[in-house]
């Protein structure tokens, strides 16, 4: 017997369906470190200088400038990064273990298929960077700036981000997995499958208006209720 009643056109009958689109997950880095040999030096760093299969252990690289230089299929452990200069350096299938330093600048570079573990860094400079598949996992950053930067297939996985600067930055397939991020600056981010539900504890300081394009979970939007109200300009009173 026909139908009597008028049918739904196709895209809203799918849309019913299926409902919203889950986020899209990072794609990890694909990391294969080859045999390794001893960086030579000092100095170990130079203005464009070509780093390729080597590993550096216990380096002390505080001040030196490597701006320009290229890391392939390295290997850095336990090394100090205290006002180093790798402006515009660009790091490629590697790995960066246990490094902590202050002010390292990484600004205007490049880093893809980079995977940092239990670093622990102050002031770190990726501004206008392009982050691409790498990966945050454990350890602490305090006032990072990722200005500007694009961070695509960017996962951070249990660590602690104190008030990082993501403004103007660009993020797509970017993940926070039992993170905790206080103080984070979004202002003017644009954001893709950004997926905040990892974030154990998330405070947001400026660019709650930023937000579109990320998933929270629900407990997290009642964390965001008062900066939300704020930017609203709406009073809650008893």
């Known amino acids: 017997?026909?139908?009597?009643?008028?049918?739904?056109?196709?895209?809203?009958?799918?849309?019913?369906?299926?409902?919203?689109?889950?986020?899209?997950?990072?794609r990890p880095p694909e990391i294969s470190l080859p045999i390794l040999r001893s960086a030579p030096g000092p100095p170990y760093l130079g203005p464009g200088s070509d780093h390729d299969?080597?590993?550096?252990?216990?380096?002390?690289?505080?001040?030196?400038?490597?701006g320009g230089a290229t890391f392939l299929e390295c290997l850095l452990r336990d090394c100090v990064l205290d006002g180093t200069r790798l402006r515009g350096a660009r790091l490629?299938?590697?790995?960066?273990?246990?490094?902590?330093?202050?002010?390292?600048?990484?600004?205007?570079?490049?880093?893809?298929?980079?995977e940092w573990r239990d670093a622990r860094l102050g002031g770190a400079q990726f501004?206008?960077?392009?982050?691409?598949?790498?990966?945050?996992r454990g350890g602490k950053i305090d006032y990072a700036n990722f200005r500007q930067a694009g961070l695509v297939d960017v996962a951070f996985v249990n660590c602690v981000l104190i008030e990082?600067?993501?403004?103007?930055?660009?993020?797509?397939r970017v993940s926070f997995e039992g993170c905790e991020v206080r103080g984070a600056d979004l202002s003017?981010?644009?954001?893709?499958?950004?997926?905040?539900?990892?974030?154990?504890?998330?405070?947001?300081?400026?660019?709650?208006?930023?937000?579109?394009?990320a998933i929270v979970a629900p407990t997290q939007?009642?964390?965001?209720?008062?900066?939300?109200?704020?930017?609203l300009g709406l009073r809650v009173e008893p």
Do not use: K, W, Y
């Open 1 to 26: 017997m026909p139908s009597s009643g008028r049918r739904r056109p196709a895209a809203v009958r799918a849309t019913a369906r299926t409902g919203p689109r889950p986020p899209a997950p990072p």
């Open 53 to 66: 299969a080597e590993e550096f252990i216990g380096i002390d690289f505080s001040g030196e400038d490597g």
């Open 92 to 114: 490629v299938d590697s790995l960066l273990e246990n490094v902590r330093g202050l002010g390292v600048g990484l600004g205007e570079g490049v880093l893809r298929d980079v």
């Open 127 to 136: 501004s206008g960077a392009q982050l691409n598949r790498v990966v945050f």
């Open 164 to 172: 990082p600067d993501f403004g103007g930055a660009r993020l797509e």
């Open 188 to 213: 003017a981010v644009r954001m893709t499958d950004v997926d905040l539900r990892g974030v154990t504890a998330l405070e947001i300081a400026r660019g709650v208006d930023s937000l579109a394009g």
């Open 221 to 231: 939007l009642l964390d965001l209720a008062t900066v939300l109200a704020a930017h």
